[in-house]
């Protein structure tokens, strides 16, 4: 079976997996999400082993969860905890790591600090906003509904449904413009792709590709949020899915480059066809951190 074939069976068993986590939302996307940012953060780690690193996994693995358990209960603590939360959760582990690394008597010790809080940040943090954005309208937003205008009129059960639904939603665009993006920039690379969008990088993107990629994921993101997403302005979700379509690819460049460093094509084989959880979800990476904090400044603080 050729490898285009066992990527195309993949990705049939595993997007429906995917969608499925999303809609069921509470604690199923959350381990999903944790999982998917250990896996990576492993994966980078072991890129890192390639550039005479030893990244403090164990300690790098309990940081990237502790920031997935900071963005599930986000949405529902006071808000003057989670204000200190995430600066106090990083100081913290920090400080572990230096002492830590103090300990080790490893060599290198600052590179082993770096790409160990590096990963935590890079991956886990960036990563696991995606339960951010999962729970973007859950808990505390619905408390007082003149956070979130759209949902002013209904009790609190509907809108209680209606958060969780729109957050369901949220995600599932995000995944949706990413895929868009990725597919069309390269079936149309392939077919009229003739200037090189980063040589040094990855010598098979062009230009042409990538223009259809971003415009591509915007007029996704417009046609999904015009059916479901009530709340996000045609001009909003352009802007979104422009943004999920060019940061997306600057996610994959970013980890083209860490491999090129590595010397490695893909991060590891754990995903048949498709390399590892870093290669299928780097522009993830980018995107989520990029749509959650747009949703906040640009639509429930305005």
């Known amino acids: 079976m050729s490898n285009t074939a066992v990527r195309t069976i993949v990705a049939l068993i595993a997007a429906p997996i995917i969608i499925g986590l999303v809609i069921l939302g509470g604690w199923w996307f959350w381990a999903f999400a944790q999982m998917l940012a250990i896996l990576a953060l492993k994966e980078l780690y072991d890129l890192g082993k390639h550039t005479t690193a030893s990244p403090q996994r164990i300690t790098g693995y309990v940081g990237s969860f502790l920031v997935g358990v900071y963005f599930m ?148 993101f417009v046609a999904l949020a015009h059916y479901l997403l009530p709340f996000l302005p045609p001009l909003h979700a352009a802007v979104i899915g422009a943004l999920v379509g060019i940061i997306g690819q600057f996610g994959d460049l970013v980890e083209s480059l860490f491999k090129r460093d590595a010397g490695v094509k893909d991060s590891s084989n754990i995903i048949p066809g498709h390399g590892g959880v870093y290669d299928r979800f780097d522009a993830a990476m980018f995107v989520a951190p990029v749509v959650y904090l747009y949703v906040h400044f640009f639509l429930l603080l305005s």
């Open 73 to 220: 209960i986000v949405g529902i603590a006071p808000e003057a905890l989670t204000r200190l939360l995430f600066p106090a959760l990083i100081l913290i582990f920090v400080l572990t790591v230096l002492i830590i690394e103090l300990l080790r008597n490893k060599p290198h010790p600052l590179w082993n600090a770096a790409i160990t809080v590096f990963g935590v940040v890079y991956i886990g943090a960036f990563l696991t906003s995606l339960i951010g954005l999962r729970v973007t309208f859950s808990g505390k937003m619905l408390e007082t509904p003149v956070v979130v205008p759209f949902l002013n009129g209904l009790s609190p059960t509907e809108r209680l449904a209606a958060g969780d639904k729109w957050g369901a939603w949220l995600v599932f665009a995000t995944f949706i413009g990413i895929w868009t993006c990725d597919s069309l920039a390269f079936f149309a690379g392939k077919a009229f792709g003739k200037h090189k969008l980063f040589p040094r990088v990855s010598p098979n993107k062009s230009w042409e590709g990538a223009v259809v990629g971003f415009l591509s994921s915007s007029a996704a």
